[in-house]
């Protein structure tokens, strides 16, 4: 079975300085018609740091749509006509203070992909140097170290719930027999 929708009509009722939302008029498999709200996002990246002792570099951020306080990968969104590779450079060093000599590229997620065209690209950041971290003005984290084992125990137990950084570090895991 053709499981394709058509778009019939498109209307953006919402454009912010990160999402556009949609509302879509779609064609569905059997011919009848469904409306369809989809967020369209720039895409992002996240960036696993993990030194020769296996510690990991997250940040600790306050996440609003949660009114808590995660501990996460350091991450962020795409500039436009952005490569992602070069994102990730970019917003591990803004973000943590860290370069990275060694980059490998773990795929990429699709963050939820029932409202949302959202990509987010995964990589893991090894050889680290020092650098200077400079947060965007409007983000305010704290730069926290952990073992990789405690980080993968913290993610099977529930502790850490924040997709990207679910998905790297168990894609780090299998990929690094850790």
């Not at 997620?109 to 020092?130: C, I, N, Q, T, V």
Request: glycine share 6%; with cysteine.
């Amino acid at each position: 079975m053709d499981l394709t929708e058509r778009t019939v009509a498109s209307k953006m009722v919402f454009q912010g300085k990160i999402v556009t939302l949609l509302v879509d008029e779609a064609e569905l498999p059997n011919g009848k018609r469904a409306e369809r709200e989809v967020v369209l996002h720039p895409g992002g990246v996240a960036i696993l740091a993990l030194d020769s002792e296996e510690n990991v570099t997250l940040v600790q951020q306050y996440r609003y749509p949660f009114h808590e306080i995660l501990l996460e990968l350091p991450a962020g969104k795409l500039d436009e006509g952005e490569d992602h590779r070069a994102a990730a450079a970019r917003e591990l060093e803004e973000e943590t203070g860290l370069d990275a000599g060694e980059w490998t590229y773990l795929g990429c997620l699709l963050a939820s992909p029932g409202f949302s065209d959202e990509k987010l690209h995964m990589y893991l950041a090894r050889d680290l140097r020092r650098s200077v971290s400079h947060p965007d003005d409007d983000e305010f984290l704290n730069v926290v170290t952990m073992p990789f084992a405690e980080l993968s125990r913290q993610v099977m137990d529930g502790t850490i719930q924040d997709a990207k950084t679910v998905a790297t570090v168990l894609k780090t895991k299998v990929l690094l027999d850790l």
